[in-house]
């Protein structure tokens, strides 16, 4: 069993900056595959970006290409997203996600574990 605990949302203005935190405890960490979701009200979940279990590899939407970063660090147990540049379009509640599945999946299917999501508003 993984725990998720995400943090570090809020308002922000347009261009702005925000970094969120994924907290996890349970089994290792570094065994599984972490990833960022976002749902929109009226939106379905779509996949953000992600990180593989060594952290030396990782896998964004064209949406946030270029403005957002993904890291861990394996010994804190703890996934970031570093949010620059930040759009209207980018408000969304902001879930972490973990799978043991091969690679870096982009559907939210193959992940088990959830967080309780955090909310990200960006005004313009």
């Known amino acids: 069993q993984v725990h998720l605990v995400e943090s570090g949302g809020g308002l922000v203005q347009a261009e702005g900056s925000l970094r969120l935190s994924c907290a996890t405890s349970g089994r290792a960490f570094s065994s599984y595959t972490m990833s960022w979701f976002r749902q929109a009200p009226g939106k379905e979940r779509e996949f953000v970006g992600g990180?593989?279990?060594?952290?030396?590899?990782?896998d964004y939407a064209d949406s946030v290409k270029g403005r957002f970063a993904i890291s861990r660090d394996n010994a804190k147990n703890t996934m970031y997203l570093q949010m620059n540049y930040l759009k209207p379009e980018d408000t969304a509640v902001y879930y972490c996600?973990?799978?043991?599945?091969?690679?870096?999946?982009?559907?939210?299917?193959?992940?088990?574990?959830w967080g309780q999501g955090t909310q990200v508003t960006v005004s313009s």
């Open positions: 996600a973990a799978t043991s599945a091969i690679g870096l999946p982009r559907s939210a299917a193959l992940y088990r574990y």
């Open positions: 990180v593989r279990r060594s952290g030396g590899s990782t």
